[in-house]
């Protein structure tokens, strides 16, 4: 891990110069649709690789997400955003699987939510926004079929990029965003196509969003699961 974060700053560190031309503070929130797919397991010998949607029946669910940002014209010190978002799936396990060691069936729930500080610095600042930056994110996730349940906490840094451009005179803009890290086995992925349009200091956004989350033997849980879909929401940019 320490590695990570070495190599993170490394990269981002010519950058640290860069900064917002003004203040600006967003706080925002919305609601994704996100479809999961993909598998877990424990890592017992015997476990069963477990698919959320042919063998537990997981389905679409909407999830709120709530985000802040603060930027600032001081050379040298980042800009700051944190974003917080849930996920939270409910199903069947008709059949019996190994999990936790044990044989078990009935009712599934699975919730992985997420943290994250992201410290950035604005390269570009004009009609088209270019930022680079590090995201700290915490993942804490919990999986439950029948009487058997095991959690997973994680704390991993995340290279973070996002750009938008800007439609002259139109208050109408289209960007992405995208924070990645892989290590040990382990791979993060998390990226978001928008558009957003601002009226005053009000603003609309919609686009979509994909996260994969792969984990390698993390307190004793192995995942390779995917959830995207739609996202819409509001924000308020002063």
């Known amino acids: 891990m320490r590695k990570i974060l070495t190599i993170c700053f490394i990269m981002i560190f010519p950058f640290a110069s860069a900064s ?17 797919s993909g598998t877990f397991s424990s890592t017992q010998t015997g476990s069963s690789s477990i698919d959320i949607k042919s063998d537990l029946n ?11 940002a603060f930027e600032h014209p001081i050379p040298l010190l980042p800009n700051i955003r944190l974003e917080k978002s849930s996920l939270s799936n409910t199903g069947n396990a008709s059949t019996a699987y190994q999990f936790n060691g044990n044989t078990t069936s009935g009712n599934f729930e699975a919730t992985l939510d997420t943290t994250d500080a992201i410290l950035y610095y604005r390269i570009l600042d ?8 590090l995201d700290v994110r915490k993942l804490d996730g919990q999986f439950t079929i ?27 803009s289209v960007g992405a965003d995208y924070k990645v890290v892989s290590y040990s086995g382990s791979t993060y992925n998390d990226m978001r196509i928008r558009a957003a349009y601002e009226f005053g200091v009000v603003g609309i956004e919609a686009g979509v969003r994909s996260t994969k989350i792969k ?12 959830f995207k879909g739609v996202m819409v929401g509001a924000f308020l940019h002063f």
């Open 20 to 36: 917002a031309d003004t203040l600006g503070l967003y706080v925002g929130g919305g609601s994704w649709n996100h479809d999961p």
């Open 58 to 68: 997981v389905s679409k669910k909407s999830e709120s997400y709530v985000w802040m």
């Open 126 to 133: 004009n009609w088209v926004n270019l930022d680079l930056g």
């Open 146 to 172: 029948g009487t058997e349940s095991s959690s997973v906490s994680a704390t991993v840094p995340m290279l973070y990029a996002s750009a938008a451009f800007d439609l002259p005179l139109t208050g109408l």
């Open 215 to 226: 984990i390698s033997d993390v307190d004793n849980i192995n995942t390779d699961l995917t």
